[in-house]
């Protein structure tokens, strides 16, 4: 179970809270890791007290897990913990860590990050410290005594506090991101002073475990296809940072302090390494594990589903309601005709009706032999039952005028309006010209309205006097004779109008008592102007802006006609709140649908998601995804072998990371790309690498096992990261021995240059190791005077996977390899710590010192070598070490020429120019007395044979 405390503020404006855990790795493997930085608190007892380091990621922790190295220091020493601190605020400020504690160490933890908080604030007291931390009882009495002793040290010892090594951020912050690499060295960059250096730090403490002769650091996880694509290596110890550009840095090593940077070089990583896989890991947003798609499964079914039921339903609508409104508007097209036909029919038998009415009253005005009086009484009886019927006249033409003959008023209607007799006169005058068609044969019919009260409407017609059409019957009627055909009849509107588009009658009284002009309307246009007797049409009117449809039918008399319109809106209404209604109804379905759909969804998508977020957390190396199947169709199904692949993944996952922790990380990236290849073999330019512990068999014999184990875990760690540094592949460990190879099986360019640089650059860490064992009075006397000898070879070599089908490793063979060991072994005859020959020599003049040492004949070999010393960095190397170089050489070269006093002169020189004791200028000045007293001939070479490995 892990539980987290609240932040607490630290040092240099860091904050750091305490993340406990059971010590189950089940516990680590279930937790997030995206909470930024963490710290690895390890600890270990020895016999003069308790250290404590920032380690790398214990098992089961994901290799994109940033943290932080640091290695192991003494937690009662002052100096120890002020080193920590300053480190902290170089490295860390301002940044958030997570600190890694198990339950029983958690006290522990509190304390030695609330000493190291008292040794770098000078303000706060040592009370608000351990309340901070929480600190009780004993913890609490431990920190006061702390600080007791932190004010003993005198003033001037903080002024001359050595420069601690630096607190190295490792792992990367995004989830399975690698480099694809031959070598992926443990970098750290000082963003303090330049942020383009790296500088690399190779503790002197690297490892808790208890085992003799065993690193028992983990390589960092990686996924599958990373394992794959990505050639980056890992060390036992290893921690990968990936960095845009790496330049190679040089720090010189720290007198006082062992833990300081050596130089490194690693290469720059061209983006077109970086793997496929790792490109689309980037892609995926994988924070706390939540899953997000640009459009989710479940959003995808309900916009395909919704598409589909708009579509379909849009469909059906659409022909449905065009379907109809082609026979709406067929039958409104056949009822607009037939109305206009009916009203047509009805208004020509109004008017024939009433010209017949006129024909008799004529006859009765012009008949001579009618009595007036009896005429009188016909007239009064007409115009009693007729009532419509107000004005009756004949008139005859004289030139241009009408000359009235006869006339005949309804005396009733004159008394009950305001219209007087003149007003009649009036409506002949207006017309006369319209009336004078009638003296052609035509009927004429004109509204008559204006100047009157009521809308009435005349009709002119010929009349024959004496057997001869020479007049004209004119009649004003009033307009309700004809009036009810007119009346509004729904959406339809009906008039009626003359030859010249005058309307006569129509539902809007004003219309009519104005005598309006509608010629200008398309279907009174079309009446006036078409020759038929009936038609229709579809039209917009610009006046009244809507669509018409409109319909006419000619009366048969005076040209006139009757007009019958509906507006399309009105006349479509249905259709459109059909169309209205099942859109509604298609609205209400779709979000039934989409309910149903989101609901139903969810059986789909649910167990898809739950697939893809596991998924993305096995690529980030959590194999035990905790999903079950939820469904019995192919989803559970393939949840179910989802779950199986995952255990096959972890178990696989674990043989891998046992495998990688027995065999260099860079062969196994190899071997996963193509196995048969480095089974077969192949001859190959290496540099091959041996070094060995001088006298560890006594150091063995005087430690206990737990100190042996913690000796050689750190003296391995350092030297094998150096190794990996310099892009060296571990070929195996020997006990004490290490042995590497250059250039296989990846190519190395420049790998002999590279292995000098590797070999010097451990000799240096071990002086530091040296000193800090000295220091803190480590392990014995002989430990901590701990030499090594390292022999370097190139040339061309057997490599590949040796041994039998079922169990082989990788490894070197032939003379390279073979002389290479011989070198390292010959060192001990020679004190020196670097032996190399001319193969290396070659290479590495430029940069490095070197000095020709001897001619021998190595046991196996027939043919001389020349081996000569590395003495080291020719820019590190003092100007009496490189004289001493020349002086041995040039011994060296009057002992070829067996001028045995000079030879002697000059090697005794170049020990007092070396300013201490040369065992190679004693050796051959052994050799020179003896060839003195014992010349050795002149057929001599000057070889020297060694009878011993």
Same mark, same amino acid.
């Given at each position: 179970?892990? *539980? ?74 002052? =100096? ?86 630096? $607190? ?94 050596? @130089? ?43 598409? +589909? ?15 109809? @409104? ?59 039952? =007729? ?6 006249? $004949? ?6 005028? +009408?000359?009235?003959?006869?006339? !005949? ?133 610009? *006046? ?147 070094? =060995? ?60 240059? @590279? ?12 002086? *530091? ?64 710590? $670097? ?11 430029? *940069? ?28 590190? $190397?003092?100007?009496? !070490? ?16 067996? =001028? ?15 300013? @201490? ?33």
């Amino acid at each position: 179970m892990l *539980e987290i405390s609240p932040e607490i503020p630290f040092v240099s404006g860091s904050k750091i809270r305490f993340l406990v855990w059971d010590r189950s790795p089940q516990a680590l493997e279930t937790w997030n890791w995206s909470q930024g930085l963490y710290c690895f608190l390890q600890s270990r007892t020895l016999t003069i007290g308790k250290e404590f380091r920032f380690g790398s990621p214990l098992w089961g922790i994901p290799n994109h897990v940033q943290h932080i190295e640091y290695p192991f220091y003494f937690s009662n020493d002052f =100096d120890s913990v002020s080193s920590v601190a300053l480190a902290w605020k170089q490295n860390l400020s301002g940044k958030n860590i997570t600190v890694l504690v198990s339950s029983e160490e958690e006290e522990t933890a509190r304390l030695e990050f609330a000493k190291i908080l008292l040794s770098s604030s000078q303000e706060e007291s040592w009370e608000t410290i351990a309340k901070r931390f929480g600190l009780i009882g004993e913890k609490y009495q431990t920190l006061n005594e702390f600080h007791k002793t932190m004010k003993r040290v005198a003033p001037e010892k903080h002024s001359l506090f050595f420069n601690p090594p630096p $607190i190295l951020i490792c792992g990367s912050s995004v989830p399975n991101q690698s480099v694809k690499n031959e070598s992926s060295p443990s970098i750290s960059v000082q963003e303090k002073k330049n942020p383009i250096s790296v500088v690399s730090e190779t503790k002197p403490s690297e490892v808790v475990s208890s085992q003799a002769v065993v690193i028992e650091e983990k390589p960092a996880r990686k996924s599958e296809a990373e394992e794959i694509e990505a050639n980056a290596s890992m060390v036992e110890n290893a921690f990968v940072v990936p960095e845009p550009e790496v330049s190679k840095v040089e720090t010189p090593a720290s007198k006082e302090e062992p833990s300081s940077a050596v @130089k490194e070089e690693a290469k720059v990583i061209p983006p077109s390494t970086t793997s496929k896989q790792e490109a689309h890991s980037e892609s995926l947003p994988l924070n706390s594990g939540n899953v997000q798609t640009k459009f989710s499964l479940q959003l995808k079914m309900m916009g395909v589903i919704s598409l +589909l039921f708009v579509l379909s339903v849009s469909t059906i609508i659409f022909f449905a309601s065009y379907y109809f @409104k082609q026979t709406a508007e067929l039958q409104l097209r056949a009822n607009n005709l037939r109305l206009a036909e009916i009203v047509g029919l009805k208004v020509k038998s109004d008017v024939l009706s009433s010209v017949e009415k006129g024909r008799q009253i004529a006859i009765t005005l012009t008949s001579q032999g009618l009595p007036e009086d009896q005429r009188k009484m016909l007239l009064k009886t007409f115009f009693k039952n =007729d009532r419509e019927f107000i004005y009756m006249g $004949i008139f005859e033409k004289q030139g241009n005028e +009408l000359r009235m003959k006869k006339e !005949v008023f309804n005396e009733e209607e004159l008394k009950q309006s305001s219209v007087t007799e003149e007003d009649f006169h009036n409506v002949v005058l207006r017309n006369k010209e319209a009336l004078s068609e009638a003296f052609n044969g035509q009927s004429v019919l004109l509204n008559s309205s204006p100047g009157f009260q009521e809308p009435s409407f005349a009709i002119a017609i010929p009349t024959s006097e004496n057997g001869e059409l020479d007049n004209v019957l004119v009649m004003v009627i009033k307009l309700s004779k004809i009036i009810g055909a007119f009346q509004d009849r729904g959406i339809e509107t009906t008039f009626m109008v003359n030859g010249q588009g005058v309307v006569i009658a129509h539902p809007k009284e004003d219309l009519i008592l104005a005598a309006t002009n509608l010629s200008s309307m398309p279907i009174v246009r079309s009446m006036v102007t078409n020759p038929t007797n009936n038609g229709q049409s579809s039209y917009f009117d610009q *006046e009244l802006n809507a669509q018409y449809l409109g319909s006419f039918q000619k009366i048969g008399f005076a040209d006139t006609g009757v007009i019958t319109l509906v507006s399309e809106d009105k006349a479509f209404e249905d259709v459109y709140k059909s169309q209205r209604t099942n859109l509604y109804i298609m609205g209400i379905g779709l979000c039934s649908a989409l309910i149903f759909v989101f609901f139903f969804s969810k059986t789909i998508t649910k167990p898809v998601l739950q697939l893809l977020t596991a998924t993305l957390e096995i690529a980030k190396g959590n194999f035990r995804v905790p999903i079950k199947p939820t469904t019995k169709d192919e989803v559970g199904l393939l949840t179910r072998y989802f779950i199986d692949m995952g255990h096959g993944l972890e178990e696989r996952e674990k043989v891998k990371n046992i495998l990688g922790s027995m065999i260099d990380p860079v062969v196994v990236q190899e071997a996963m790309v193509d196995l048969a290849a480095l089974k077969r073999g192949s001859e190959t330019m290496i540099t091959a690498f041996f070094s =060995d512990v001088a006298s560890f068999s006594t150091i063995s014999e005087q430690l206990k096992s737990a100190d042996l184990a913690a000796l050689l875990n750190e003296y391995l760690s350092a030297m094998t990261l150096i190794l990996k540094q310099h892009e060296g592949v571990l070929d195996k460990y020997i006990g004490d021995a290490i042995v590497g190879i250059f250039n296989a099986p990846v190519s190395v360019q420049d790998h002999q240059l @590279k292995a000098a640089r590797a070999s010097v650059d451990m000799v240096q860490k071990l002086e *530091e190791l040296r000193k800090y064992w000295t220091r803190h009075n480590l392990y014995s006397k002989e430990a901590q005077g701990m030499d090594a000898r390292i022999g370097l070879n190139a040339g061309p070599a057997k490599v590949g996977f040796m041994g039998t089908d079922a169990l082989a490793s990788y490894t070197m063979m032939g003379d390279t390899v073979n002389l290479a060991a011989r070198l390292e072994a010959a060192g001990k005859d020679y004190g020196v710590n $670097i032996l190399i020959t001319d193969a290396i020599c070659n290479e590495v003049g430029a *940069e490095m010192l070197t000095r020709y040492v001897d001619l021998v004949r190595v046991k196996g070999k027939n043919e001389p070598v020349k081996i000569h010393e590395l003495v080291g960095y020719r820019s590190q $190397i003092s100007s009496q !070490v490189a004289e001493s170089a020349q002086l041995y050489e040039a011994g060296f070269s009057s002992y070829l020429n067996q =001028d045995w006093d000079k030879a002697v002169s000059l090697f005794q020189q170049a020990e007092a120019a070396k300013g @201490k004791k040369d065992k190679a200028s004693h050796v051959i000045i052994e050799r020179c007395l003896e060839y003195k007293l014992s010349p050795p001939g002149s057929d001599w070479d000057g070889v020297f044979t060694r009878t011993h490995k």
